[in-house]
């Protein structure tokens, strides 16, 4: 049986906080191995968008995450924001996959400038030395020529740029589907397996009837 990937995810202060709590419950439930950083910044807009206090300190977010998605032992770590001495501080031991969601434009910015001042940055930042897939979901709108730029030299360093921008096709019907439409498409980019909706082409979308001559 192939070994669990092991996931990086980072929160940090843009809008959509759930798109990542989101992530976090699939990834678990698909057995991954997860690492969770967030920003202080995340901890903000969780109290102002969900009313959620996320912890600070590693250990309690560890436990607080784990209760609430039913982590198995082992499966899910947190760590500090300036915790050098974790694994993927390192290009020595990466994850198989990142994803930054939702990610603000402050870290796009630190990330193009390949600043790697706190975890998070550090972690993308070897992530794409590495080669490693590393997928942002980066939320502001409308964008400036400044954050174009920064988006697209981070993409042609390797990065995935994947806006949330849910797509209307699939008839959404709640926020909920909306949210899982984005994660399902972050989910295929990391290489996770996931049940999320049904894919273009399968069932759900009624394929147009054919008029009998
Ligand atoms: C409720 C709330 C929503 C925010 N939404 C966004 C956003 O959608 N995009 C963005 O780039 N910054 C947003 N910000 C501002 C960032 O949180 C701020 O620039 C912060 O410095 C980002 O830090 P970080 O990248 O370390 O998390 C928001 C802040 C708050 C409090």
């Known amino acids: 049986m192939a070994s669990p990937r092991t996931i990086t995810l980072a929160f940090t202060g843009a809008s959509g906080l759930q798109y990542g709590l989101r992530l976090l419950e699939c990834l678990l439930t698909a057995d ?9 910044a995340a901890q903000v807009v969780a109290r102002h968008e969900l009313d959620l206090t ?11 995450f784990s209760e609430r998605y039913g982590a198995k032992p ?13 694994p993927i501080a390192s290009g020595s031991n990466p994850a ?39 997928v942002l979901v980066p ?16 993409a042609r360093a390797g ?19 909306m949210v899982d439409f984005v994660a399902a498409r972050v989910l ?3 290489g996770v397996a996931h049940s999320l909706g049904p894919r273009w082409g399968e069932a759900r979308i009624a394929p147009p009837t054919i008029e009998r001559a």
């Open 32 to 40: 991954a191995r997860v690492l969770l950083l967030y920003s202080p």
């Open 54 to 64: 996320l912890p600070t300190q590693p250990h309690a977010a560890a436990a607080f």
């Open 74 to 86: 082992g499966q899910l770590t947190v760590f500090g924001r300036e915790d050098w001495l974790a």
């Open 96 to 134: 198989d996959a990142m994803t930054i969601c939702p990610c603000s434009m402050g870290t796009v910015g630190a990330l193009a400038a390949g600043l790697a001042d706190n975890l998070i940055e550090r972690a993308a930042d070897v992530m794409l030395k590495e080669r490693r897939t590393l």
């Open 139 to 154: 939320r502001e709108t409308p964008l400036s020529a400044i954050h174009l730029e920064n988006l697209l030299k981070l």
């Open 159 to 177: 990065a995935v740029i994947m806006p949330p921008a849910p797509g209307f096709y699939g008839h959404p019907a709640t926020i909920g589907d």
């Open 188 to 190: 295929d980019q990391l």
